[in-house]
């Protein structure tokens, strides 16, 4: 019945998944609440440690295969053939690390941030934690759907109790959005349930089996029918990316969340939907998902530039940053309905960087906001002077969150206007117009708070040590996301590798015979030949 | 006549929970005379009664039909007393304090719960119109009481006239439907009835149409289908709210079972002629209870139109008419079961002794002074709304899939965002007891049989939730599929 087979022969995935709900466990039943630096350094513990058990995920992963690694599988209710079972290919490695990164990220930037209800904060920290990884990894789609709703709920907290101002709407907004379009596609997914049934008279809910069933779909089931069932796992998940017009839950997610919330809803929560749109609406549904392609990438595309406008005369700097959001996550949305392997793979690699610039410029502006409590941007100027080491960690995400070469951003926005100029030139050409506009805001946004004089008053702040520069230990939780950005800037090729085989995988399944099409290849040694044959005959003339 | 005695003799063995109820009830009621205020004794004796039952209960045997084929014991009827009795173990649980507080007489009390058990216990074996008439009765005029029982308030006696008056109506409505059923097939008996329908209804539709919509008006009132619905939210209110813990699930049990006895068993051959109808009211239902129930302050209010909310849902089951969908109904009645139960015992250990504690506004930051029960809450809530890992969840995927694998994809969809809309007033309750500030100074201890009550239901909830399989085996073997 049980059943692990992975190549470190013992569950690493459940353990990487369930630790942060045991050591939540543990926090809550052993710790004091008022022993708050105990309950503080056993959370970001508990996450490091988690954090180093996913590294073996990447050494040992295989990228020669597409197939799922690492897997577990045990009988769970047996009588509706639900299965716990898990496993990661190179997708789900990816955001599986970048999720127990952002992770103890989010509770060692808390530590000063969170002054009450400290045990409760960090717990449910912990729990999101879980539910994220489980989304990531799970293999039965009961499963997923647990995890995806079970995350809701420390989400839900964290806005409301730790919030801003507006946090108990905000919350509430955040909840209700997303169930509504989760339970949308809960129906879908048992509809397709007892359809797998009537065909292969199984009950169960793997997913690997239903992605063997699309073509079975595409043929033989009537067009309303996978319209509907596409368009209910679209909704699903475009509520979660967010995709426009479903975004407007995000801004207001974001800017009442704490820092952390904000970091992690950036860096992990908007990435299970891309991720589900990869996982499940582009593999099982793909006749219905390009025959409704034009409206979605018609989206994506508005998403782009109306995200970027909106950011763009933005007072507050969080609410930028959250608008600039939907810009990014537009980007990745184009990405993957170019449907070829270089969108798809700028894709994932944009869902990344994503987590680590946004969740490193959400930082970035929780940190002024702890200092000085306010997140204007016209309270600040030339907060370079008084903040060096402030500012460089800013401009660098800055330059990576607007796509500068030698840095991340780069690297995953070139890919998906490749992927997208292959596919439609006028997608890549429209969607350019959003990167320049990303450039006027960040851009902006950094000559406004760094640059010019600084204020009589933030000038008196600063002397009183109250607007001081990052701490030893700031600088700390924004290393790792700096060497990344760079890391994945200067040599992104092991991440392209990881993504490799996978990547093929999909763009086969969505479109058959894809890779056996003659490609046009461009021969360098072969143009120069007709060029100087060419020039040579007009000699002859 | 010796026929009719030797069959009333053999068949009497299927009776045997059924007497032990009534005689149960009827020696708590006499213990007045003996223990006039001797609360415990008498609930002791009650829950006694109960345990008696529930043994008789599997002594009797399934799949066989007694008393000229009246009376059947099947599954279905099975479980359906089995969630019954478990009700009305965890109320009476519940109620100890509460009539002890208030000084009821406690003797009337409690025989009343355990007669309108026995009425119900009736209305799940009936395969009868007219045995379902008379056990609707019994159970109907008992709890028509017990709703009544704050006679010092104005509110409990209102409450109570209204539900009386509407009930007697829904009789009224539901005798109507059954004469003319007689009429038209010269029986009443569910079996005969399905055979003989298809054949008149043809014939004599208009009669056969009006016979049906009567019946589904008086079982509309019954589990508080719209536009049926209005006597609930005030008898909900108004009734002491162990009752009104108790009204949202058992009656409604027992309600669902005959509706499913006289649809699927009697009207199953000209299905698609009332599904329609069904279809209409359920969906309006679905709508109307989850948004009436957004405006509510009253808590228990909130958790009646709530409860019609839920009724709505259990009616995609009838409709489908599956052995799934029934099968789902029935589990989606356990699990309602557990989280309503353990909502309304929170309640009413919150609002004992002085009515603190009926208003959503009450639960002001009462994570801080409580946590523990504040979380408890939590996951009934959580449970209410469908949201995993608990056995509300589980009850609703069941449910929607069998409500999906029959084609209701409409109205499953419809139920799905109702179920999201929903979560905005449980999580009202949540929003007060954990984001608003700290208010809360209401300090009470739970006695040992509210702890009981708590700790069965929060069990049940969150680990049928994670693992339901060995209530899904018990379902399934019971229903013999």
Known sequence: ?541 | MNNILSQIASSSSLLLPEIVLIIGATVVLFGAFFAKKKTHLLAGLSILTLVIAAIALFKVPLNETGFFGLYKSDGFSLLIKVITLWVGLLVILLSIDFVDENKYSSAEYFSLILYSISGMFLMASANDLLTIFVSLELMAISVYVLVGYFKYTSISPEAAFKYFILGAFSSAFFIFGASIMYGLTGTTRIDLLFQKIPLVAPGLSLFAVIGVIFILVSLGFKIALFPFHQWAPDAYTGAPTPITAFMSVAPKAAALAIFIRIFIGAFGGIKYDWMPALAALSFMTMIWGNFAAIRQQNIKRMLAYSSIAHAGYMSLGIIAGTPIAIKAMILYLVAYSFMNIGAFAIVIILSKKDGFGENIEDYRGMAQVHPVLSAIMLIFMLSLAGIPPTIGFFGKFYLFGAAINSGLYFLVTVAVLASAVSLYYYFRVVKMMYLKEHKFTKQFELSLNEKAVVFLTIVGTLFVGIYPTPLFDAIKNVFGM
């Not at chain 1, 690493?12 to 050591?23: A, D, K, N, Q, S």
């Not at chain 1, 708050?36 to 040992?60: E, G, H, M, N, Q």
Request: proline share 4%.
């Open chain 1, 1 to 541: 019945m049980s059943n692990v087979n992975n190549v470190l022969g013992f569950p690493i995935l459940t353990i990487v998944t369930f630790l942060p709900t045991i050591g939540a466990i543990l926090i809550a039943l052993f710790l004091n609440k008022e022993n708050t630096k105990a309950i503080k350094y056993s959370a970001f513990f508990i996450a490091v440690v988690d954090f180093i058990l996913s590294l073996p995920l990447w050494f040992y992963y295989d990228p020669t295969t597409w197939k799922m690694q690492f897997e577990e599988s045990v009988s769970w209710i047996p009588s509706l053939g639900i299965r716990y079972a898990v496993g990661i290919d190179g997708i789900s490695l990816v955001l599986v690390l970048l999720t127990t990164l952002l992770g103890f990220i989010a509770i060692w930037s808390s530590f000063e941030a969170i002054k009450h209800r400290e045990k409760e904060y960090y717990v449910l920290l912990l729990l999101l934690q879980t539910g994220m990884l489980g989304v990531f990894i799970a293999e039965d789609f009961f499963l997923f759907y647990v995890f995806w709703e079970v995350m809701l709920v420390p989400m839900y907290f964290l806005i409301g109790v730790w919030g801003g101002p507006r946090k108990l709407y905000a919350a509430i907004k955040f909840f209700l959005y997303t169930l509504a379009g989760s339970v949308l596609m809960l129906v879908a997914i048992l509809a397709l349930y007892f359809y797998n049934h009537k065909v292969n008279g199984v009950w169960t809910f793997d997913i690997q089996s239903y992605h063997q069933l699309a073509s079975y779909i595409a043929a033989h089931t009537s067009k309303t029918w996978q319209y509907l069932l596409a368009i209910a796992f679209f909704l699903g998940f475009a509520i979660k990316v967010p995709m426009f017009p479903f975004h407007t839950w995000l801004p207001d997610a974001h800017v009442e969340a704490p820092t952390a919330g904000s970091v992690i809803l950036a860096g992990v929560l908007l990435k299970m939907g891309t991720y589900g749109f990869l996982r499940f609406l582009l593999p099982i549904f793909p006749d219905a998902t390009k025959a409704l392609l034009p409206y979605f990438v018609f989206l994506a595309i508005v998403g782009i530039i109306y995200g970027a406008l909106v950011a763009l005369i933005q007072k507050d700097m969080k609410k930028l940053v959250a608008y600039s959001s939907v810009s990014h996550l537009g980007m990745c949305m184009l990405g993957l309905f170019a449907l070829n392997p270089n969108g798809i793979n700028g894709s994932i690699i944009q869902m990344i960087n994503h987590g680590i610039s946004t969740g490193a410029l959400f930082l970035i502006v929780g940190i002024v906001y702890e200092r000085k409590h306010t997140r204007l941007i016209k309270e600040y100027g030339g907060l370079s002077k008084i903040m060096p080491v402030y500012a460089t960690v800013f401009m660098i995400m800055t330059l990576s969150s607007i796509g500068l070469p030698g840095l991340n951003g780069f690297v995953g926005e070139f890919t998906i206007l490749a992927g997208a100029f292959q596919a439609k030139p006028i997608w890549a050409i429209v969607a350019t117009s959003g990167i320049v506009l990303g450039a006027a805001y960040m851009l902006w946004l950094y000559q406004r708070v760094m640059f010019n004089e600084v204020s009589e008053e933030n000038l008196e702040l600063h002397k009183k040590g109250v607007l001081k520069d990052l701490t030893p230990r700031e600088v700390a939780y924004f290393m790792p996301l700096i060497l990344l950005a760079f890391w994945i800037g200067l040599y992104p090729k092991p991440l392209f590798r990881a993504l490799e085989a996978p990547v093929n995988h999909l763009v086969e399944q969505v479109e058959p015979g894809f890779f056996s099409r003659e490609q046009v290849k461009f021969d360098l040694n072969k143009a120069k030949k007709e060029i100087e044959k060419e020039a040579e005959e007009g000699h002859h003339e």
